[in-house]
């Protein structure tokens, strides 16, 4: 069981990059996924979360109409496009998933208290 987290890299602001989460051994069809980043000194904070057909979503005020998440079943991957990116979107992206809290809310506001799975980050790097 993996969750395989891609597409950061170096980006100068007002630029766009697409992050790719990529479920193996599982299908994430039953689990809400969501996208974290943790900052250097600060804390992880959620995101972006998508439901299971992907009908509901929630977006942090500081992404929203900046990002959109999507999901793709057939590829078992879900996608974070990130366009008019800025300096303080630097950070390490992870993805994870979870079968158990029921809301995207939930599961972008509670994962300090842990979630079912989490994939290794991907760095994205916003230069002024």
């Known amino acids: 069981v993996q969750l395989q987290a891609s597409g950061g890299g170096l980006v100068q602001a007002g630029g766009s990059l697409r992050l790719s989460c990529a479920a193996s051994g599982f299908s994430s069809d039953y689990y809400i996924v969501g996208w974290f980043r943790q900052a250097p000194g600060k804390e992880r904070e959620g995101v972006s979360c998508i439901s299971l057909s992907g009908g509901m979503t929630y977006y942090a005020d500081s992404v929203k109409g900046r990002f959109t998440i999507s999901r793709d079943s057939a590829k078992n991957t879900v996608y974070l496009q990130m366009n008019s990116l800025k300096p303080e979107d630097t950070a390490v992206y992870y993805c994870?998933?979870?079968?158990?809290?029921?809301?995207?809310?939930?599961?972008?506001?509670?994962?300090?208290?842990?979630?079912?799975?989490w994939g290794k980050g991907t760095l994205v790097t916003v230069s002024a």
């Open positions: 994870a998933a979870d079968a158990h809290r029921g809301t995207v809310q939930a599961v972008c506001l509670n994962h300090i208290y842990g979630l079912d799975y």
